[in-house]
């Protein structure tokens, strides 16, 4: 039914629907975004759709992830608002005999209070405002002028949502009288032109280790009594500011997720080869959890950071932008959001505490960055004590970089193109449920490459490492 519905939006031939003009585009795409949100699940033509629709134009990842937007915005809805009863029958008229029902119920109570306010022969200045309205009906009033108020609101948010706009357009195809009226295409076409305020805020969460791992949180906060009230800030957890999503970053993620031809993705690997820099490189690809990859590579790429001069007019500056920012977003998850990891999230965490640990030791009394680089190109020269950890990893990785390679364009495309295939290798999730946690705290954008890989069935090519004493997660919603 469902199905047949969808075909009918698409083969609509009303003015508000013909694919002549990019906004009626959007429209179509509202309710493609309505369908897809139905089928999150792998689906071979659900990916051809991505795949030959959606990406086949140069700037089809602007649509694609358009459409993955409203997407998401019909699956919080569904979680954590009631937005998805007005599709059950009869929903309209219910409502619009609540709100009869209140504005009688107002009259009646209106009535009661004049009634007892004349009634009422006290003059006792407790009970009597100095304009001579009594306390209890001043503080009446204002309960139930609360009320209709936020009966007001709540009605004007669900009239306006993408589950009233789905209806619109649905009620617009059914009724050959509405495709030639003007002026019902006009209404439709401003009530979906309305964009209510909504979680995902399209920036990207920032942490850099090498800035942040000497950092110690307030023990007024952090300690046992104020556990029991609010999340403990670990050693090392100072977020960055957060970052807005550009279309350099975007662009670059969904052209590697055209360009893929498989429905397995590696964990850099890929990127190494087609750079020619597999044989050099790729073992910090094989390390034994993607936690350990993640730090290593992003200590690597704030090496490369520090280490090389960045000027404005660098034709990878681009490159650049892509590496440093994803470098820092996959980060944040091991810092703050480990169960969008694929590994388990205790595990992922007791790595990153034994990687702070690990810093402040090797760092010592470094101050500034500037000695902090000078401290990590010394590692490379000759045996370590510290050899085997992940700041000595990191450490060899970056000065192979800057160092073996040595163009500066070509460091900057094998790191941006390392990254970008990385989040993409991250984003495919059995716990989905982590994903809609993140969607009621702002959302994430690796939960829209999730909710894209997802329809498109793509996986991981193999499983990572795990320890025999991790905890097993809830998969389940």
């Excluded at 051809?48 to 700037?59: A, E, K, P, Q």
């Excluded at 902090?372 to 990191?394: F, W």
């Excluded at 994903?435 to 702002?442: I, Y």
């Excluded at 690796?446 to 090519?461: F, Q």
Aim: net charge neutral; charged share 20%; aromatic share 12%.
């Amino acid at each position: 039914m469902q199905a047949q519905l969808f075909t009918q939006v698409w083969n609509c031939e009303g003015r508000l629907l013909r694919l002549e003009r990019e906004s009626h585009y959007k429209l179509k795409d509202m309710c493609l975004s309505f369908a897809l949100f139905k089928l999150l699940q792998a689906h071979e033509k659900t990916w051809n759709l991505i795949l030959h629709g959606l990406l086949s134009d140069r700037d089809g990842y602007k649509r694609a992830f358009r459409i993955v937007e409203v997407e998401l915005t019909f699956l919080y809805d569904f979680f954590y608002t009631k937005y998805s009863i007005i599709f059950h029958p009869g929903y309209w008229t219910t409502k619009l005999m609540e709100l009869m029902g209140i504005a009688i119920g107002i009259g009646a109570m209106t009535s009661l209070l004049k009634y007892h306010q004349r009634g009422n022969s006290s003059n006792c200045p407790l009970t009597t405002m100095p304009n001579g309205l009594s306390v209890d009906i001043f503080v009446t009033s204002v309960m139930i002028t609360s009320f209709i108020v936020m009966e007001l609101i709540q009605y004007f948010f669900m009239s306006f949502s993408e589950w009233a706009k789905v209806i619109w357009i649905c009620q617009y195809v059914r009724k050959e009288s509405w495709q030639k009226s003007a002026q019902i295409e006009s209404m439709i076409k401003w009530i979906c032109g309305v964009w209510l305020l909504k979680p995902w805020e399209r920036k990207l969460h920032q942490y850099s280790f090498l800035d942040s791992y000497f950092y110690k949180p307030s023990r007024l906060l952090n300690n046992r009594i104020m556990a029991a009230f609010i999340d403990q800030t670990r050693d090392g957890q100072r977020q960055s500011p957060p970052i807005q999503l550009s279309e350099e970053v975007k662009q670059a993620v969904f052209h590697a997720l055209r360009l893929n031809n498989s429905f397995y993705l590696e964990n850099g690997c890929g990127s190494l080869r087609l750079n020619n820099h597999f044989d050099m490189l790729s073992w910090a690809c094989h390390l034994e959890t993607e936690t350990q990859v993640i730090m290593v590579w992003h200590i690597a790429t704030s090496f490369c950071e520090h280490r090389l001069p960045i000027r404005l007019d660098l034709p990878k500056m681009k490159d650049f932008r892509v590496a440093t920012t994803l470098s820092k977003y996959l980060a944040y998850f091991v810092a703050f959001a480990p169960q969008l990891l694929p590994d388990r999230p205790l595990f992922a965490e007791h790595e990153f505490n034994q990687a702070i640990i690990q810093a402040r030791v090797f760092f010592g009394r470094c101050k500034t960055m500037v000695d902090r680089i000078k401290k990590m190109e010394e590692v490379p020269g000759g045996h370590s004590a510290h050899e085997g950890t992940i700041i000595e990893l990191g450490s060899r990785l970056g000065y192979s970089l800057v160092n073996d390679i040595g163009d500066e364009d070509n460091i900057w495309k094998i790191l941006a193109d390392f990254w970008v295939e990385l989040v993409l290798y991250v984003a495919p999730s059995d716990n989905a449920k982590a994903h809609v946690e993140h969607l009621a705290r702002g959302g994430e954008f690796v939960t829209h490459l999730w909710a894209l890989l997802s329809h498109a069935g793509i996986e991981r090519k193999k499983p990572p490492t795990e320890p025999h004493n991790a905890l097993e997660r809830s998969n389940s919603f």
